[in-house]
């Protein structure tokens, strides 16, 4: 079994009146290659006629977004032409790749009617040969996402790669699996991933054991590459954000919205963008 190299809490870090606690990066842990940032947003309740999310046209470059909407909507906008609303229990994919811009607000009917918001934003990183591929987004409801049900009725929300025969919903560039896993109380589970792979295990909320360790709700766990095997129990009902690649070992250099493999590429990023590169933004 895989050994754990060390545990890591989650940050508060809101934004205007979203709660948001930020697992990666942290003073603790910078990356897990090639797992880049992840905010959990929420949960909390909005009221009616209320503002909603708060993240406006911004750009991006060199990595992928993937959003886990748990509770209430996203309504996604971008420079390539791609709009849709996403509900709960759906998700978002977009490749940034060369360069867009776009936003991620609620929808109108959620900022009237308010209600529970929980959501996941999870930057992956795009190896080097990938980094200027051409942008792409994919929105997906809750239906469009298979699942499968494994020992103790535990659910598996299988987003990419295969998951107990189950092939997930996108197929990435790089070889990225991803799932979010419900628990209910008392289940357990073991999981095959090969040791060289890096795994992303956030427990979004509950309590659970990983080959044997207690962990719990925004804590963050990272593991050692010695073995094969997850065993994963929980103590009580959990939601599991699981992932695992192979590490791509090679340099990241990242500013604020761009993620590259050097300095030079970040300083062309900016240019590029303030040039128009990564199309007009009409709101």
Do not use: C
């Not at 990435?172 to 419900?182: H, I």
């Not at 590490?247 to 604020?256: C, K, T």
Request: aromatic share 8%; hydrophobic share 40%.
């Amino acid at each position: 079994m895989r050994t754990i190299k060390q545990q890591h809490r989650a940050i508060s870090a809101p934004i205007a009146d979203l709660t948001t606690y930020r697992a990666l990066p942290t003073a603790s842990v910078e990356h897990i290659d090639p797992f880049l940032f992840l905010n959990h947003h929420g949960p909390q309740v909005y009221r009616p006629n209320n503002n909603g999310l708060p993240f406006g046209p911004h750009p991006h470059r060199g990595f992928e977004t993937v959003t886990f909407i748990l509770e209430g909507d996203i309504l996604h906008k971008d420079s390539s032409g791609h709009e849709s609303v996403i509900e709960a229990g759906g998700i978002q994919w977009m490749t940034a790749g060369s360069g867009l811009i776009h936003a991620e607000v609620s929808s109108e009917n959620f900022k009237k009617q308010g209600g529970p918001l929980e959501i996941l934003q999870l930057w992956v990183n795009l190896p080097a040969k990938d980094k200027m591929t051409a942008p792409r987004y994919i929105g997906l409801q809750k239906d469009e996402i298979p699942t499968a049900t494994l020992d103790g009725g535990v659910v598996v929300h299988a987003v990419s790669g295969q998951w107990a025969g189950t092939a997930g919903a996108v197929e990435p560039l790089a070889d990225v699996q991803l799932a979010w896993l419900d628990f209910p109380a008392g289940a357990s589970i073991t999981l095959p991933i090969a040791a060289a792979r890096s795994i992303f295990f956030y427990v979004v909320s509950g309590r659970l054991q990983v080959n044997g360790t207690e962990t719990q709700a925004r804590q963050l766990v990272e593991f050692n590459h010695d073995g094969d095997e997850l065993t994963i129990a929980a103590s009580t009902n959990s939601v599991l954000l699981l992932g695992h690649a192979q590490p791509f070992q090679e340099p990241i250099v990242s500013y604020g919205p761009f993620v590259m493999n050097t300095e030079a590429e970040i300083q062309q990023a900016y240019r590029d963008y303030q040039r128009g590169a990564f199309g007009s933004w009409k709101g």
